[in-house]
């Protein structure tokens, strides 16, 4: 990790470069796994922009943070809105809720040159990791 992927101009760069392949995934992931019933969406709270895949009993929330990472946190039910700031994310506010989190080095797949189809197929991986190690389709 360099130091200046730790500033916030980092931050929303490497989220504007994978957003939109996040984005893609995750209304594939809503049509195989729960039939179209979640809602995918884009959200930011103050500083922090986030994708969230919201169904009525659970949420997957993806956002970057510091370091050319993305994280994709899974919760039972949503979680407050300041819990996604970037103060709130390091809190133990909604803890108990949490289900299970990855965290998607990013910035160091952008660093390697990977291409558009290597991006996604890391993030498929980590999305698959999630979903099968803590069974999602039965959370929501």
């Known amino acids: 990790m360099r130091f200046r992927d730790l ?10 470069r994978w ?7 995750l209304q594939e992931f809503n049509e195989d796994v729960f039939q179209g019933s979640g809602i995918v969406r884009e959200n930011s709270y103050y500083e922090r922009t986030y994708l969230a895949l919201e169904t009525k009993k659970a ?9 050319g ?11 407050s809105k300041e819990c996604l700031s970037l103060k709130g994310a390091s809190s133990k506010a909604d803890e108990e809720n949490l289900v299970g989190w990855v965290g998607l080095e990013a910035g160091r797949a952008d660093e390697l040159g990977a291409t558009y189809e290597e991006k996604r197929w890391w993030v498929e991986k980590f999305l698959r990791r ?4 803590y069974h999602i389709d039965m959370l929501f």
């Open 59 to 67: 949420c997957l929330y993806i956002f970057p943070i510091s370091g």
């Open 7 to 16: 500033n916030q101009q980092a931050v929303a760069g490497l989220w504007d």
């Open 130 to 133: 999630l979903y099968g190690k």
């Open 19 to 25: 957003k939109h392949l996040v984005w893609e995934i």
């Open 69 to 79: 990472v993305l994280l994709l946190r899974l919760y039972k039910g949503k979680i």
